[in-house]
């Protein structure tokens, strides 16, 4: 065959919905692409360029070209392909973006820094606002969500006898009945923990949850387990759960923010209780619940000590790194037992 200078270069040739390879060159006439095989014979697939697609160059990728009959053109040849193209005006504006490009890398680093700013001072800042604004409902709906959600995935009922539920509930009334909100703000509930072990945790709007083997883990002692509530009552009262919640579900934004995909992080936060349970709390908001709990156990006439004797016993029986256990969803031990020791002694009648 006599050399053609419509030919643009040579390269393989898929047939629609197959992965034959065949080899073929490629021709430009006017606005119109066509593909002859090397064996001959009338071009196999014809397109005007405004309807066939040019893959976008990316480093050296072969290019690939698409067909409305639904074949393909493949080269490595992409030099040729730009020369074509260009020559006809349609520049790959897509492939100007993709070099490495300075001023590119200036808008990354400047997004970078803003997102840096926003988690750091604009994340916590809402925080505070959304805690103040988020009205009961909205903490009843995340917090049966979460429950619902839990009860599913993790939690079944408890094996607790009666006697030892209502003997727990009784005594949690007598404390939660000198917390701010008052006993009725309080709701506990029983389940076996599963996965997640000797634990205890609040919900934002009052609903607690204790697992049987927290209970079994202090061996039935009352003050220890009520110690315990009297602590996640704490949580509750100064907002620590929804607060961890906005941080969590602030980040998350973020992520899509950059991301660009709200995706199911989101989602999962506000809606799927395990993301809620598997938040920590941060030292201070620890601390603040421990010193409730404290005060609390005083003025009902409890050990008010009950609390540090448990983390003792959790680390004791645990040790300090059990990953499914109360402890890694409230951190720091140690000062903190001798934390609880001091206030509980400063409580005391008579103590200093
Ligand atoms: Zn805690």
Same mark, same amino acid.
């Given at each position: 065959?006599?050399?053609?200078?419509?030919?643009?270069?040579?390269?393989?040739?898929?047939?629609?919905?197959?992965?034959?390879? $065949?080899?073929?060159?490629?021709?430009? $006439?006017? /606005?119109?692409?066509?593909?002859?095989?090397?064996?001959?014979?009338?071009?196999?697939?014809?397109?005007?360029?405004?309807?066939?697609?040019? !893959?976008?160059?990316?480093?050296?990728?072969?290019?690939?070209?698409?067909?409305?009959?639904?074949?393909?053109?493949?080269?490595?040849?992409?030099?040729?392909?730009?020369?074509?193209?260009?020559?006809?005006?349609?520049?790959?504006?897509?492939?100007?973006?993709?070099?490495?490009?300075?001023?590119?890398?200036?808008?990354?680093?400047?997004?970078?820094?803003?997102?840096?700013?926003?988690?750091?001072?604009?994340?916590?800042?809402?925080?505070?606002?959304?805690?103040?604004?988020?009205?009961?409902?909205?903490?009843?709906?995340?917090? !049966?969500?979460?429950?619902?959600?839990?009860?599913?995935?993790?939690?079944?009922?408890?094996?607790?006898?009666?006697?030892?539920?209502?003997?727990?509930?009784?005594?949690?009334?007598?404390?939660?009945?000198? !917390?701010?909100?008052?006993?009725?703000?309080?709701?506990?509930?029983?389940?076996?923990?599963?996965?997640?072990?000797?634990?205890?945790? +609040?919900?934002?709007?009052?609903?607690?949850?204790?697992?049987?083997?927290?209970?079994?883990?202090?061996?039935?002692?009352?003050?220890?387990?009520?110690?315990?509530?009297?602590?996640?009552?704490?949580?509750?009262?100064?907002?620590?759960?929804?607060? /961890?919640?906005?941080?969590?579900?602030?980040?998350?934004?973020?992520?899509?923010?950059?991301?660009?995909?709200?995706?199911?992080?989101? $989602?999962?936060?506000?809606?799927?209780?395990?993301?809620?349970?598997?938040?920590?709390?941060?030292?201070?908001?620890?601390?603040?619940?421990?010193?409730?709990?404290?005060?609390?156990?005083?003025? +009902?006439?409890?050990?008010?000590?009950?609390?540090?004797?448990?983390?003792?016993?959790?680390?004791?029986?645990?040790?300090?790194?059990?990953?499914?256990?109360?402890?890694?969803?409230?951190?720091?031990?140690?000062?903190?037992? /001798?934390?609880?020791?001091?206030?509980?002694?400063?409580?005391?009648?008579?103590?200093?």
């Amino acid at each position: 065959m006599a050399s053609d200078d419509r030919r643009i270069t040579s390269g393989r040739w898929h047939p629609p919905r197959s992965s034959r390879a $065949e080899v073929a060159d490629l021709f430009g $006439e006017g /606005q119109t692409l066509f593909v002859r095989l090397d064996a001959g014979g009338d071009p196999v697939a014809v397109g005007d360029l405004k309807r066939v697609e040019v !893959s976008t160059r990316i480093g050296r990728v072969p290019r690939r070209i698409g067909f409305p009959d639904g074949s393909m053109f493949e080269t490595d040849d992409n030099d040729a392909v730009d020369t074509w193209l260009k020559r006809l005006g349609r520049t790959g504006f897509i492939h100007e973006l993709e070099r490495f490009h300075p001023r590119l890398l200036g808008i990354v680093a400047a997004i970078v820094l803003l997102s840096v700013g926003i988690y750091r001072y604009a994340v916590p800042a809402l925080v505070e606002v959304a805690v103040l604004v988020t009205p009961p409902a909205v903490t009843g709906w995340m917090a !049966s969500g979460t429950l619902l959600s839990l009860d599913k995935a993790v939690f079944s009922p408890s094996d607790l006898p009666e006697e030892k539920k209502n003997e727990i509930r009784s005594a949690f009334n007598q404390v939660a009945a000198f !917390s701010a909100r008052g006993a009725s703000a309080y709701n506990l509930n029983f389940r076996k923990g599963g996965v997640i072990g000797p634990n205890a945790f +609040a919900l934002p709007d009052g609903t607690l949850v204790i697992t049987d083997e927290l209970v079994t883990l202090t061996e039935g002692d009352l003050d220890m387990i009520v110690g315990v509530l009297a602590h996640e009552i704490g949580h509750v009262e100064r907002d620590h759960s929804l607060r /961890q919640l906005y941080r969590a579900a602030g980040t998350a934004g973020l992520i899509m923010l950059i991301a660009g995909d709200v995706g199911s992080a989101g $989602e999962d936060i506000l809606t799927n209780g395990a993301a809620l349970v598997a938040l920590s709390y941060s030292r201070d908001a620890e601390s603040e619940a421990d010193r409730i709990s404290v005060e609390l156990m005083t003025k +009902a006439g409890r050990d008010p000590r009950a609390i540090g004797r448990f983390f003792a016993r959790l680390e004791e029986k645990l040790g300090i790194d059990s990953e499914s256990s109360f402890i890694s969803t409230h951190p720091g031990t140690a000062e903190r037992r /001798q934390a609880i020791d001091d206030y509980a002694k400063k409580l005391m009648p008579g103590g200093s």
